[in-house]
């Protein structure tokens, strides 16, 4: 099946303690980026990245970090994670310009 | 630079009224349109989209034309279900890898 998957699914952690989401997608897709999504804001591009060690910062990149070095896989690290990085986080890929974006079922993240 | 605005939720509706969403938008070339819909604990999913002007997408009973005069996208259903409960999200994309730029999202509750 096809799909993008997430991990973990929820996360409680505690400021400054560096966590790794992982994502993952089996569909050979070129372009995979990182969103979260807050009450009112919508969804918010973190980075994004057109291929193999190619990364670009979205909107909101400050504090987070990714990286591509494979084709499959897009971690989003937080080195040193914040109250304001609580959020629900979504990795989303694709494959040819244009084609719809598959996203993945979404890590909700809370800092303390 | 490019954005969408669509209208501000919640929006309540008894099953089998008829639904507009709107969705209006702003980009420098000709973009692709998208209406994705996000179910409760789920991730986005795309439910149709349109490539060119005076394209109609539709998918599950949602329609949606791509009107260039008036910059628009308006999601429409004509008899909508419990089911259709979630968040729809318009979104637009150009040609050359550009990111996917998201509305804000309006939240539809449809109640029995």
């Known amino acids: 099946e096809a799909q993008v998957t997430q991990n973990p699914r929820y996360l409680i952690t505690v400021t400054g303690k560096k966590l790794t989401v992982t994502c993952s997608q089996n569909?050979?897709?070129?372009?995979m980026s990182w969103y979260r999504q807050d009450p009112g804001l919508g969804l918010r591009q973190i980075y994004y990245s057109m291929n193999v060690e190619v990364t670009d910062k979205g909107d909101v990149p400050e504090g987070y970090k990714v990286s591509r070095k494979e084709k499959r896989n897009f971690p989003l690290i937080l080195e040193s994670p914040s109250p304001n990085q609580t959020s629900l986080y979504f990795c989303a890929s694709r494959g040819q310009d244009l084609s719809p974006l598959h996203f993945g079922n979404g890590t909700r993240l809370t800092v303390t | 630079g490019n954005s969408v605005t669509q209208m501000e939720g919640p929006v309540t509706l008894s099953e089998e009224a008829f639904l507009t969403i709107n969705c209006t938008y702003t980009?420098?070339?000709?973009?692709?349109l998208f209406w994705y819909v996000q179910y409760p604990g789920e991730g986005l999913q795309l439910l149709l989209k349109?490539?060119?002007?005076?394209d109609k997408g539709s998918n599950k009973g949602f329609e949606a034309t791509y009107r260039k005069e008036t910059t628009s996208f308006h999601l429409e259903k004509g008899s909508v279900q419990v089911s259709d409960s979630a968040v729809y999200f318009c979104a637009l994309s150009e040609a050359g890898n550009t990111p996917l730029v998201f509305g804000k999202g309006t939240r539809l509750s449809v109640i029995a």
């Open positions: 569909m050979n897709h070129e372009y």
């Open positions: 980009a420098t070339g000709y973009p692709s």
């Open positions: 349109a490539t060119k002007a005076d």
